[in-house]
C-alpha cells in the first residue's frame, strides 16, 4: 500500500505590457489633418494601435492525494488499484488600461532611420478602457484506476480500467469604464521599445467623473470525463533474431462541457470609481527596476467584488445555456511491435519495428456569443450586453492514421562503450480541444472574435535520426552523443489571426471590422539540425571535486514553412540556436544544481494577412536557476528553488524586434519545499 500527499501554496505577481491588436498602418484617415505634409510623410508607418498594461497579484493553493495497491494473488498475478484526488483554489486580481489609438486622429509623430516605425506619437480623440476584475477558481479531480498484470512462462499481460473527472468552478466580477475622445494623448518607444511610455489624460481623471459602463458577475463551469481501457500482450521467442513480440489495443473516450452565465448589475450606468472602493492598488511601482522614467504607473482602479455585491443584479443567475459547447472526443488505437537483436561477430544489433493504428472521433456543437454595449433592447431587454445567436455551430470528425516505427542501435558487441542509434517514425499530434471547439465568441466594443476551427486536420511528421553516442566511464555515466535530425511536417497547427468584416444582422449589428484569432493548418514544413550534448561526473578528480559534475547540449535547428500566401516563415516555436548548462553537486543527502538555458529568437505565431505582416515572434532568451535538495537520513526532505535569477523577461514583438507584442515583467521567483518520506 502507498499513501502520499502534497500541498503547495504559491503566491505570485506579475505586471504585463501588451499590444493586442497589432500594429497599425498610418493612412490618409489616421491623420489629424491629411493637407499637412508633416504629417503626410508619416503616411505608411506602423505605430502601435492599443497599448495595453496590466498588473496582477494572487495565489494558488493545492492539494494532492494518491493512494495505490498492490496484491499479489498468485506468483504470476498481480492486481492494483489506484486513486487520487487533486484540489486546487485560485485568486487573481487585475488592473488593466487601453489606449486604443487606431480610433483617434494622429497629429504628431516621428520616425525612425527606416522611416517604418513611428517611434512616438501624438494623438488626438483617443479611446481608454480600464477594467478591475477578480477571478475565483475552483478545480477538482478524482479518478481511479484498476488493472492487472499476469506474467506466466513466456507471456507477460496487463490490462487497465481507468476514470476520471474534473471540474472547474470559475468566478468573475467586472468593473470597467471607458473614456471616449480622452483629449490629446501619445506613446514614445525612444527610450526603449519594449517599454513604450504612454500617457492619456484619463490616468489622471477624478474617480467622480468615470462612469462605471459595466458591472457584472459572471460564472463558468468546465467539466472533463474520461473513461479508458487497454489490454497489452507480449510474447518472449527465445534466442533467434526476433526475441519477443508484443501487441494491444487502447480506447478512450472523454467528453468536455462548458456553460456560462453572465448577470449585470441595473445601476452600473449611474455609478462612478467614486461611489466603490480603490481597487487593486497601484503604487508607481510598475515596472520601476526596468522601464525608462515616465512609463504609465498608475491609473483609476476600482475593486469589483465589493461594488458589485452593494449594486447586485435583480436578475436570478442562470447558466445561458445547458451546454455552451460540448464535444467528445472517443479514440481506438491497435498496435504491434516486434523486437530484435543479433550478433553477427562483427556488429551487434538490436531494436524493435512496429506500427500502430489510431482512430479518432469527434463530435458536439457550441454557441456564437456576442457581448456588446449597441445591442438594441429588443435583442438584450435584460441589458447584460450580451446574446446567443440561434445558429449552433457544430463538429463531426473521423479520420483514422497509421503510425510506423523502427529503430535500431548497432555496436562492436553488446555493452561496447560507442553506438550508433538510427531512427525512423511517423508521428501524430491531435489538435486540442480549444483549438477545434466549435463556439464563437464575439466582442464588438473590441472589435474582436476568438474561435476555433472544427475542421483542423491532426498534424503528422515523418521523423528520421541518426544518433552516435560514446560512453567514456566504466559506469557509463558519462558520456558524449550527437544526433542529427530531420523532420518533414504536414498539417501542423499554428494561432493566427487577421482582419474580417462582417455583420449580425440577427441581432441588429452593422457591419465592422474584426481581429479574429482562431487556429489553421499550416501547410508542409522541414525542420532539420544537429544536437549536441556531454555529461561526466567529476569523478577522476581528487577530494571535494569529485562530487561534482557537468551537463550542457547544444541544439542547432534549420527550418522553414511557407504559408498559403508564399510567405517563409521558420517553423512556429523552433529556435535556430539553443543550448543548455548545468553543473551539479551531488554528496551524501546534498544535491545542487545550477542551470542556465538558452534560446534564439522563435515564430510564436503566424500572421494572416497577405504579406505576412504581424507575425508575433519570441525574442531570444537565457535563464539562470538554482536548485538545492537535502535529504535526511529519518526521510525528511528540505527544497528550496530561485527561478531566472537574472531576471530575464519574456518579450515577443511583431516582425521586428522594436515592435513590442507583449513583456511580462517578472523577477525572481522563490520556492521553498518540506517533505517527508516514512
Known sequence: MLLAGTYEKRDRSLQKLEENIGWQTVDAGTLLDSSDPDLAALIGAAYPGRPRQEQRSGSADKLNLNAKIQYAATDTLELSLNGFYTEESRDEDRA???????????????????????????????????LNFTRLADIETVGATGGFEWDPDNWKVEGELSYSSSEENFREWRASTRVNRDGVGGYSITADPQYPVVDTPATMADPASLSIQNLDFQRRIISLDESAAKLDAERQLGSGFISSVKFGGRFSSAEYDRKQGQVASPDAGGLTYADGEPGFVLDGSFAQDFAPAGILNMWPTVDPRPFYEAHPSTDTFVFDDENLWTITEDTSAIYGMANFSADTGALFLRGNAGVRGVQTKYSGQGRVNIQSTILPDEFDPDGNDEVFLDDQPSIDRDYTEWLPSFNVVASAHDGAPFQVRAAISRALSRPTINEINPGVEVNTDDGDIVRGNPALDPFTAWQYDLGFEYYFTGDKEGGLTATLFHKDVKNFIAPVTYSETTAFPQVGLPEQTYLVSTF???GEATI?????????????????????????????????????????????????????????YERGGFSGRLAYAFRSDFLQTTSG??????????????????????????????????????????????????????????GRIYTVGLGWVF
Do not use: H
Open 528 to 584: 532539420q539540425g544537429v544536437e549536441i550534448g556531454v555529461q561526466t561526473p567529476f569523478t577522476f578528480l581528487p577530494g571535494f571535486w569529485r562530487d561534482f559534475g557537468v551537463y550542457a547540449n547544444y541544439t542547432y535547428t534549420d527550418s522553414e514553412f511557407v504559408d498559403d500566401n508564399g510567405n517563409a516563415f521558420r517553423f512556429p516555436g523552433a529556435s535556430e540556436n539553443a543550448y543548455n548548462l548545468v553543473a551539479y
Open 96 to 130: 488593466r488600461i487601453q489606449v486604443d489609438f487606431s480610433r483617434g486622429r494622429l497629429r504628431d509623430g516621428a520616425l525612425d532611420a527606416s522611416g517604418e516605425t513611428l517611434t512616438e506619437g501624438r494623438f488626438d480623440r483617443q479611446r481608454v478602457d480600464m
Open 609 to 666: 494577412n497577405a504579406d505576412g505582416s504581424n507575425a508575433i515572434y519570441g525574442e531570444e532568451q537565457g535563464r539562470l536557476d538554482l536548485g538545492l535538495r537535502y535529504r535526511f537520513e529519518n526521510g525528511l526532505r528540505l527544497s528550496f528553488d530561485a527561478l531566472n535569477l537574472t531576471e530575464e523577461q519574456a518579450y515577443t514583438y511583431y516582425d521586428r524586434a522594436d515592435r513590442y507584442q507583449s513583456l511580462d515583467v517578472e
Open 520 to 522: 489553421k493548418n499550416g
